[in-house]
């Protein structure tokens, strides 16, 4: 059987990441091919992702601010111990390195190594590492959707794009997840790039539901608002008037830093949540808000009545909705769509997602190396 080793961000606590991580080995386990993902975990991510504590502190700001955090450490610790234990048991791995040079004195052997999705190729990243370019790999390299960032990366990635194309120039073939990244691709490297749907929605939702049990964790009639990066004023505003216009209350998987913790004051609170609880919030919200690129996917997958608040430094989102005819969800800073929130017209999902996953069935096949 075909082998293949993907590096990725597999093990960052973030649902996007865990869970499109779990996907793409899903996915090419379907295709009858053997996939371990390769466990690197460096010290800049592994940091990024620590089990709550009040101390250290970056700053006295930083520990007031983790005083107050202190009543949900419970929570907080439940959730960093189902994150966990997704990666142990949801995912097939390696042995664990802590570094890209680790890595390479000890390169476990693969038919096919595979890059991708997530963020992996934006060096602007707290916990980017020149291993995600597959350095190591010649003439069996392939990516599988990878992104440079919300932004693109522009800047980061014109510093070094000899490198970036030398190391792709190696690849059997490149893919990405954004037409913002080919065409970023094609006019630093002259290299071009297949644009392909991220691996969350290679499987289907029954594929999906299949893991999320029949109860709910909270009781229904809730909005669910989700913003992994940040929250504004507006986004906060925002979510206040939707509830107020809807009857609903507003749920939070995510502490909010600063200040701004104090406008969410009377939101619901479940800082528990691993990937499969988030999943399940998601899919039973009445309707989500959100500035996540994976909270949108999933909404399309589960037909979730949802808004995505716009950022115009970050087109993921709008290629997505613009390709399933769902632009009307995207709202700027002041706009309201509360007339009618909770009718969203999903019928060119379907269509979308048989093109895209047929797409990316016939990319990886080509691609990967065959063994008769």
């Not at 993907?6 to 499109?20: I, K, P, R, V």
């Not at 644009?195 to 029954?206: F, K, N, Q």
């Not at 479940?270 to 919200?285: N, Q, S």
Request: proline letters at 5%; glycine letters at 6%; aromatic letters at 12%.
């Amino acid at each position: 059987m075909m082998t293949t080793g993907t590096l990725t961000f597999h093990a960052a606590h973030n649902y996007g990441s865990m869970l499109q991580a779990y996907a793409l080995q899903h996915y090419l386990s379907s295709l009858g091919i053997a996939n371990e993902i390769i466990d690197l975990r460096p010290a800049a991510q592994a940091g990024m992702y620590r089990p709550f504590r009040l101390l250290p502190a970056k700053s006295f700001p930083n520990f007031l601010q983790h005083l107050l955090d202190l009543r949900f450490k419970k929570a907080l610790d439940r959730k960093w111990a189902r994150f966990e234990r997704f990666r142990a048991e949801e995912l097939r791995c390696t042995r664990p390195f802590l570094s890209g040079e680790e890595l390479m004195r000890d390169l476990p052997v693969f038919d096919d190594y595979l890059v991708g999705s997530d963020q992996v190729w934006n060096v602007e990243a707290g916990d980017f590492d020149w291993s995600y370019f597959l350095p190591f790999a010649a003439g069996n390299a392939l990516s599988y959707a990878p992104s440079f960032g919300p932004g693109g990366c522009r800047s980061g990635l014109e510093s070094c794009r000899d490198r970036v194309k030398d190391c792709l120039s190696r690849f059997k073939a490149v893919s990405v997840r954004e037409r913002g990244g080919a065409a970023l691709l094609k006019e630093l490297c002259g290299i071009d790039a297949t644009v392909l749907v991220d691996p969350t929605l290679l499987l289907s939702r029954e594929e999906w539901e299949s893991h999320l049990g029949d109860a709910s964790p909270v009781r229904p009639g809730y909005i669910l608002l989700y913003s992994p990066s940040v929250y504004t004023p507006e986004i906060l505003r925002m979510a206040r008037e939707a509830a107020r216009k809807t009857g609903r209350r507003v749920l939070l998987t995510n502490p909010i830093d600063g200040r701004l913790r104090f406008a969410a004051l009377g939101f619901d609170k479940v800082f528990d949540c691993g990937p499969w609880e988030f999943l399940r919030l998601l899919h039973d919200a009445d309707l989500v808000l959100t500035t996540s690129f994976h909270a949108v996917v999933f909404s399309l997958l589960f037909e979730r009545p949802f808004y995505a608040f716009r950022d115009y430094r970050d087109q993921r989102i709008g290629d997505l909705l613009s390709a399933t005819a769902l632009t009307d969800r995207l709202l700027c800073p002041g706009e309201t769509g509360w007339e009618d929130p909770f009718h969203a017209d999903f019928s060119a999902v379907a269509p979308f997602l048989a093109q895209e996953r047929a797409r990316s069935r016939d990319f990886l096949l080509q691609n990967l190396s065959r063994h008769d």
